[in-house]
């Protein structure tokens, strides 16, 4: 299983817009940085008919509108010829024998083969079936291993059974399902922020934290995705997968070391220990809403009832986190694109300063925010300067663009797809992780489709949400932190 013979990274749905947008361009950067195998090829599949110059020309185009520098004719002329493409079709077995011949070809011998799923999920199961038909799957002298792109499944059922069907010709350690926030430096950095540091981790609980709330905001509505997204929703589309990563890494114990079944034991842990909203409780600790205009969309039904904005109140029932409230908000079409992690921490237990009638201690709060400004930012309290006892709110600040340079965060799918070729499965979900996460999902999309629901609420574009939403949080005597949060960011 050596780097030195050749590895093939064979990309399914090659003329899709994945692979022009963010796979392509983080392959070229990952070669420039000389950190993809030496002996490389890339083969493009899929069903538009492109000779391997019009497939490399198509790519050009794209990383002319996509890499993340401006790159020059001579590092293009090094890359492109690594890139093949073949055209096929996924459900017919022929079109895999010829690829098979056209790798063998290719790799004169024994290689690596990484299979990329830039597919809709309803054509997975054809695709694993057929390379496994046409023995692609067989390690001969080299590693076989599949990432597979969200959705992972639709729901509890559908994830389980792709699971089963993956793990009748793979072994788990073979497969990668992606989440691509979890390739986000910021993300990671929630684990480095807690552990690789001494001062958070023993604050980090009931004793001392209020609140957690985790928002991710985007400032674009669904754009030319509407028939996808209708089929599916926020809750889909983001809860059930980055807003649960999220979760997991601000709420788990920490792993003994760094490794991959390490730190998804953890993170499994901390899904199972999420209390299930479900049934009646579900109206009580969820809002869904859609942006007014959505259902004049492109590719969206007139009377669709599919929500663009949701918020969830969640409890995990562990030690650590017990009677702590997680609130959880994304949406689309919102004011802007803000993702962060507020963690809210109680008030002083008495207040020996004399505050003005009517006010009370403020909250130190901690806010990751992972894009974009990416950083972290602790408020806390000092005294205002010539006053007797008067305090103020003020920020201790960390940027990275000021730490490390305006262009040190590489694309989330850099760093993925450099684990997955480096057999690296930390940054990728495991299968009883993605079926768990469902398992939490699926009562609330079933109580939805019920009069238990809360009903659809509507807010404006370019507003931060419902009013519901706000009543989640009011009726806990809380509010959302976006503005102080922002006023922080800003000052
Ligand atoms: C994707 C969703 O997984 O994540 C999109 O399908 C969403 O709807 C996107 O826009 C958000 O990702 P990011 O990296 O822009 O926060």
Known sequence: MSNR????????????????????????????????????????????????????????????????????????????????????????????EKLAVRLSTLEEGSANRLYYMAIPPSIFPATISNLNATQQLKENGGWRR???????????????????????VLNEKQVYRIDHYLGKETVQNILFTRFANTIFEPLWNRNYIDSVQITVAEEVGVGHRGGY??????????????????????????????????????????????????????????????????????????DSTTPTYAALRLFINNWRWQGVPFYLRSGKNMTEKQTQIIIRFKEPPLAMFPLPPGNKMTANMLVLYLQPDEGVHLRFEAKAPDTVAETRSVDMEFHYAEAFGPTAIPEAYERLLLDALQGDAALFTRADEVEMAWSLIDPILKAWDTDQTPPLAEYEPGSWGPSEANALLSKDGRNWMHEEASHMLDD
């Open 146 to 168: 599949v990432v597979v792109e969200k959705p992972f499944g639709t729901d509890l059922r559908s994830a389980r059974e792709l699971n089963i069907h993956l793990h009748k």
């Open 229 to 302: 997204y209708d089929g599916v929703g926020v809750v889909r589309d983001m809860f059930q997968n980055h807003l649960l990563q999220l979760v997991t890494l601000a709420a788990m114990e920490p792993p003994a070391s760094f490794n991959a079944d390490a730190l998804r034991n953890e993170k499994v842990k901390v899904l199972s220990a999420v209390q299930p909203v479900n049934g009646k409780s579900v109206a009580y600790n969820t809002v869904r809403a859609q942006y007014r205009g959505y259902r004049d969309e492109m590719d969206v039904k007139k």
């Open 5 to 96: 013979i050749p590895t093939s990274i064979v990309i399914f749905g090659a003329s899709g817009d994945l692979t022009q947008r963010k796979l392509i361009p983080s392959f070229f950067n990952l070669f420039l940085k000389r950190k993809t195998p030496k002996n490389l090829n890339i083969v493009g599949y899929g069903w538009t008919p492109f000779t391997h110059e019009q497939f490399r020309e198509h790519l050009h185009q794209g990383l002319m509108k996509y890499a993340s520098y401006k790159f020059t004719d001579e590092e293009w002329s090094l890359f492109a010829p690594h890139l093949y493409y073949h055209q096929g079709k996924y459900d017919d077995q022929a079109g895999f």
